[in-house]
């Protein structure tokens, strides 16, 4: 099972203008490395929570349906919405499971996916990927433009305190070659919005 990408966010937690303001850099002789380090604290903050902070389509691929009934966790909430349910068929081809069978579940922690009573899933071929869920996830107020605006602040804090250590400190997130983790001073910040799987 795994997460990927199908069209990426069209904006950042943070902006690289607050980041420059953060590291107290002037002008914009510094934009390439700050844009480098602003992507990989976006990158490993969303890893560390488990969550999509700016509106993205994401697309789960499963091996196949669950066999006994079990909801299926709609990974890196926060859902916006889900666009559909796919499998391939005995006959390599893919289809779309009829919206009727099933409900999501948008309000728990982890959105999930279930059956509808009386439903079940089809049959998909036996292969790896045959199964696959397509949503956009993100923090997204309507009506609110850009999203960014949406972000808990503290998480958007906690990509700006990171990006401001690995630019003072770059050499600190290696350690005989092997990179390091969020600081533990930004895990303790953004531990409360933390995803925890098997909620259902």
């Known amino acids: ?5 199908v069209v990426a966010p069209a904006d950042t937690p943070v902006s690289l203008a607050a980041a420059r303001q953060h590291v107290r850099v002037g002008g914009t002789s510094r934009d390439d490395i700050l844009t ?3 992507a990989a604290a976006t990158d490993a903050v969303e890893r560390w929570l488990g969550r999509a902070l700016i509106d993205q389509t994401l697309d789960l691929v499963l091996d196949a349906f669950p066999e006994d009934g079990k909801a299926i966790e709609l990974l890196r909430p926060p859902l916006i919405e889900l666009l559909g349910v796919f499998y391939v068929d005995g006959g390599g081809v893919e289809q779309e499971v009829d919206a009727a069978a099933y409900v999501v579940d948008a309000s728990a ?5 279930s059956l509808n009573s009386g ?39 906690g990509i700006l305190v990171f990006v401001g250590d690995l630019y ?14 969020l600081p533990g001073f930004v895990e303790r910040w953004l531990r409360p919005f ?4 098997g909620m259902a």
């Open 168 to 181: 003072a400190n770059p050499e600190s997130y290696t350690d005989g070659g092997a990179t390091k983790e």
């Open 109 to 113: 922690a982890v959105p999930r996916l």
């Open 1 to 5: 099972m795994g997460v990927t990408v």
């Open 194 to 197: 933390r995803v925890n799987l």
């Open 36 to 38: 480098i380090y602003l």
């Open 119 to 157: 439903q079940s899933w089809p049959t998909a071929r036996a292969a790896a990927g045959s199964v696959r869920i397509r949503y956009r996830a993100g923090y997204l107020d309507v009506g609110v433009s850009p999203p960014a605006a949406s972000v808990p602040p503290s998480i958007k804090a």
